[in-house]
């Protein structure tokens, strides 16, 4: 059984440029957060997709977007690059969302470098 | 809003000691807690977690945490500390609405040989 993938593991990117991050669920599960993860702090929460649609926002610009597709995977796109976006951006997968989210599973993180 | 804090960036244990972790919560409502642990270049493994019950929880890998409601604090512990422990751990809340969960800033455990 798959847990949560995510792919690529390591990117670079220029300031400016765009880039696409993916992330498969674990099996069975149905939603999909996104986190973004600076050097020397916690997660910080991006947004959560559940049924295609983002149900769930935390304090990001317009520029990180996302996306689910009906096998419940999720891109995460962040726009205009800044040297501030660099960091490791986590996928998280789950069931159900809301009341009934009590676990999250994590991938092993997508590296962005922005140079 | 919900949060938690981990007052220790650092701690420091000698192999087969005892080790505790730190968090402290702050919610509106009841608090549904985990810990995670995370190793170098690496994605969240899930350790545990509390949503109601027994004020003792257990774990993988050997650990567990103590949920006191008084002193609002969910520390994780081990009887006894392996090299192999020694990571990155995080204490996290999920929010009220249930899709969001908020991270403490971390704590680096470091097993002594």
């Known amino acids: 059984d798959a847990g949560v993938t995510q792919s690529p593991t390591h990117l670079i990117k220029t300031r400016g440029q765009q880039v696409t991050l993916r992330c498969s669920p674990k099996?069975?599960?149905?939603?999909v957060s996104w986190y973004q993860q600076a050097l020397g702090q916690g997660p910080q929460f991006i947004f959560q997709?559940?049924?295609?649609?983002?149900?769930q926002r935390g304090n990001f610009p317009d520029r990180f977007s996302g996306h689910q597709f009906p096998n419940y995977s999720s891109e995460l796109n962040v726009n205009a690059l800044l040297l501030g976006d660099s960091a490791l951006y986590l996928c998280?997968?789950?069931f159900g969302g809301g009341q009934r989210n009590t676990e999250a599973f994590f991938g092993q993180g997508t590296r962005l470098t922005v140079v | 809003a919900q949060s938690v804090a981990q007052p220790e960036d650092q701690v420091n244990v000698a192999e087969g000691n005892p080790l505790t972790v730190k968090c402290t919560y702050s919610v509106s409502g009841n608090p549904y807690l985990f810990w995670y642990v995370q190793y170098p270049n690496r994605g969240l493994q899930f350790l545990l977690k509390?949503?109601?019950?027994?004020?003792l929880v257990k774990g993988s890998y050997g650990f567990e945490a103590e949920f006191n409601k008084s002193q609002t604090s969910f520390h994780l512990k081990k009887p006894s500390a392996l090299v192999s422990d020694s990571a990155l751990y995080f204490c996290?809340?999920?929010?009220?609405?249930?899709?969001?969960?908020?991270f403490g800033t971390g704590t680096s455990l470091t097993v002594i040989p």
């Open positions: 996290a809340v999920r929010d009220l609405t249930g899709n969001q969960f908020y």
């Open positions: 997709y559940y049924e295609e649609e983002e149900r």
């Open positions: 099996s069975g599960h149905d939603t």
């Open positions: 998280a997968s789950s």
């Open positions: 509390y949503i109601t019950g027994d004020n």
